[in-house]
Nanobody, 125 residues
């Protein structure tokens, strides 16, 4: 089993930045594909970004491309999401997720096996 815990959320003004962290315990994440998803009130959970096992390949939703950067540190068993130029529409609960399969970065939430509890990000205008 893998336990994921997100941190780093909060309230920020539009144009500001936040860095989300996802710490894992239970098993090493070094072979897992990792993803960040978000869910705003009344909306479905959506893919934000993903990164492959060694950090060599990353993927982003069009809505965050150029503003968000995903990274991982396998030695620390952690994944990060640097969010810059935040917009009010980025307001959501952000979730970290792990996909046990070694391969492509999946964008559907159903493809991921483990989830964190989420961290709230609120961007004020």
């Amino acid at each position: 089993q893998v336990q994921l815990v997100e941190s780093g959320g909060g309230l920020v003004q539009a144009g500001g930045s936040l860095r989300l962290s996802c710490a894992a315990s239970g098993r090493t994440l070094s072979s897992y594909t990792m993803g960040w998803f978000r869910q705003a009130p009344g909306k479905e959970r959506e893919f934000v970004s993903g990164i492959n096992w060694d950090g060599g390949i990353s993927s982003y939703a069009d809505s965050v491309k150029g503003r968000f950067t995903i990274s991982r540190d396998n030695a620390k068993n952690a994944v990060y999401l640097q969010m810059n130029s935040l917009k009010p529409e980025d307001t959501a609960v952000y979730y970290c997720a792990a996909d046990r399969r070694y391969g492509l970065i999946m964008t559907r939430s159903s493809e991921y096996d483990y989830w964190g509890q989420g961290t709230q990000v609120t961007v004020s205008s």
